[in-house]
């Protein structure tokens, strides 16, 4: 910092000085006055406030940032949900109090405010929560680190229900602008595409020239990272596309007024949605530029904008980790060789001993369908350089393969980075475990799996490559901010180091014997039901069964999920009580709650949403059953909805067949919050149940060693519906159109036919078993001291699954990254 440049003064922790800082924001930045002022100026003047506490620290980070040319972690990822941001900031900057005093005395209700805010809903599920949880911890343990992402202008899309049907309506979450992102067009970076490559006479070996045939314009914006009161305050960069010229005036004059701004919407395309698909890749064009547009915006940035001008990208494996969340970034492989070897000049060799030392994978899925292939032709039209590097790398790669497995030609082609079959494509879970100097899967099976099948042959070849890293989920918002009831009497307990060492929530486990501590959590969770049945009664009219257990399974739309299990279930117990085999009264009252966005081109999704929608049409109808059933489906369930349904909920439902879910991390987030769960021994769900304890957790169905051996001997479905009467009755009454107003057809048929014959996901080779232990929540359940005591023990014995914990095992088994304290 040059002498001449005053140091930023923190804007002082007061009340008054709050109120300045917001009437300033409101004045100067909205130019309204409090009385005329609508609630998004004062939302917007809020934040901005907000942010004048955090941007002082912000400076300080990248101004140490350059000064100490640390290693930093580049986490690249083509979602991060990111979650509404206002109420972090305020708990990040310790303000909350400060801030809803200093708005009250202005006759202003801060909660009011807060839900002004459009969440960015800048990913579809897991995979992107994750990635936002990340960089939370990353930057509440002083890690220097820097987020790559892209700014879609429409986000995931708002889920609205007509006649039980899922009806996408579009995110336009920045219509009101968001004063949480900071432009900065002069770090603008042109990105290239298509063209053809042409030989380069005096280059380095490898090296050629692309001649790209169009481009458009990354332009950045800024969002602030702040850790958890520790003075840091680290950066998500996202990307949004532009056209060079906004607008083309040769082409205006001429008349063309279309052509005069077709190449700013073509440009503009680029970021303009994300795709909605969760776990099944859309091989869309649109979405390969997508991913080469903020990969190339990303790695032009550090290198040319963050490294000093002389800085030798010989040691850039020291000064940076690039992260690759999922395969959706991996592109940047070729990138970085195509900037080492064409750019810089370098000789392959060297270029390829840098790039290995460069990238680590996480592979976030089992689904075969969800790896992602890009043909061949698609690749070389859009990015010719690319794929023959690409080859280049391949062809490498297999006279390791063969040098190492002489003769197994088969090896050869099943590692192959090309796949032959069924068309020539580029494998991009093998680019990036070939790359990659580490790869991981996200849960111990998981990880298990990976090496022991879908990775198989890497693994015999690489072992050492392969680690695991089990997801986490960050304490600040999915404890201390979605549940300040359950915060207050922890920290009661055991004070606030919580919040940043969730091991420390060990200390309850004696309270679970203390019948006073037991009764203080029952009413917390009695207070964040009511909460939630004001919530979504205001929000979509639904009624929740009066005081009963709340039973939520709420994730997307997926069959290997099976939300079809879930509705066998309360079919089930619906049927058992119309026709009289189960007495009303000893059914305990429960409301089944779900959550779940389908990927819009999913129809069996979209079926069973609508199926879904009917059964809880019909029981709640259903007066005979006294409320002592419920269904409530609130549509577009969020990060908003699930900070408010999760701290509810008394029953976790994590019922995916063994070996399809990766990991899970709702399950740690309703595990945290104090519900017991009910679940498969799949993904994280093993890993929760050896932390909390067998007798505190409901575990059911067959283990994913069962589920393949029944899948090799060959599944019938059939034998599972003729044999058992009560699954029989469910899908029967189903089939009868007895929830669909007599229609037989449609949703109704197709998912009959689906699981009756199919069955993939063995919904009906698991239905006994969890019937079977459903009965054991029932009877579980009405003993309320033993079960708030497991509750105890849940929260007591998940604070392995904070995300701060999941960075420490990046940190010390792949990054090599150190946490720099700010205020050292
Ligand atoms: N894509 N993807 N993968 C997922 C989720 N669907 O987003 O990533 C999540 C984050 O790793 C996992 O928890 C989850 O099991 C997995 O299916």
Partial sequence: MSENTPPLAVPEHSVESFTRAFLRELNYGRGVDLDRASANDKYYALSRAVRHYLTTRWLETLRNQYRDQAKTVAYLSAEFLLGPQLENALLAADLEDIARESLANLGLDIDELQAVEEEPGLGNGGLGRLAACFIDSLATMNVPTVGYGIRYEYGIFKQTFVDGKQVEKPDHWLHLGSPWELPHPEYSVDVHFGGHTEDKPDGSDGARTWIPSWRVTAKPYNYMVPGYRNGRVNTLRLWSARARHDFDLREFNAGEYTEAVRARTFAENISKVLYPEDSTPQGKELRLQQQYFFVAASLHDFIEHVLPRDYDLKNLPDRIIWQLNDTHPVIAVPELMRILVDDK????????????????????????????????????????????????????????????????????????????????????????????????????????LLKDKVLNDFAQMWPEKFTNVTNGVTPRRFIRLANPALSELITAAIGDGWITDLEQLRGLEPLADDAEFRHAFRE????????????????????????????????????????????????????????????????????????????????????????????????????????????????????????????????????????????????????????????????????????????????????????????????????????????????????????????????????????????RFMALADFRSYMDTQKKVEAAYLDHESWSRSAILNVARSGYFSSDRSIQDYLDRIWGAKPIDQNA
């Fill in 345 to 448: 000049g370098w000789d392959w060799a060297d270029a390829w001993a840098v790039t290995q030392k460069s990238f680590a994978y996480t592979c976030h899925t089992l689904l075969p369908e969800a790896l992602e292939v890009w043909p061949v032709d698609l690749m070389g039209k859009l990015l010719p350089r690319h794929l023959e590097i690409i080859y280049r790398i391949n062809e490498e790669f297999l006279e390791e393969v063969r040098a190492a497995f002489p003769g197994d030609e088969l090896r050869v082609r099943r590692m192959s980075i090309i796949a032959e079959q069924p068309g020539r494509a580029v494998r991009m879970a093998h680019l990036a475990t070939v790359a990659g100097f580490k790869v991981n899967g996200v849960a111990e099976l998981h990880s298990e």
């Fill in 524 to 759: 917390v969770k009695g207070a964040n039901k009511r909460r939630l049945a004001k919530v979504l009664m205001d929000r979509d009219g639904i009624e929740l069964a009066g005081d009963g257990m709340v039973d939520a399974m709420v994730k997307r739309l997926h069959e290997y999920k099976r939300q079809s299990l879930k509705l066998l279930h309360i079919v089930s117990l619906y049927e058992g009580i119309k026709s009289g085999r189960i007495p009303l009264e000893s059914v305990t009252p429960r409301t089944f709650v779900f959550g779940a966005k389908a990927a819009p081109g999913y129809v069996r999704a979209k079926e069973t949403i609508e199926l879904i929608n009917a059964v809880g049409r019909t029981i709640n109808a259903d007066a005979s059953l006294k409320g002592r059933l419920k269904v409530a489906f609130p549509p577009n369930y969020n990060v908003t909805l699930a900070e408010v349904l999760i701290p509810a909920a008394d029953l976790s439902e994590q019922i995916s067949l063994a070996g399809k879910e990766a990991s899970g991390t709702g399950n740690m987030k309703f595990a945290l919050n104090g519900a017991l769960t009910i679940g498969t021994d799949d993904g994280a769900n093993v890993e929760i149940r050896k932390l909390v304890g067998d007798e505190n957790f409901f575990l059911f169905g067959m283990t994913e060693p069962e589920a393949s051996s029944l899948e090799s001997r060959g599944y019938d479905p059939g034998e599972y519906y003729e044999s058992d009467p009560e699954l029989k009755a469910a899908l029967n009454l189903i089939a009868s159109g007895h929830f669909t107003d007599g229609e037989r057809g449609g949703a109704v048929a197709s998912i009959f036919a689906s699981l009756t014959e199919r069955d």
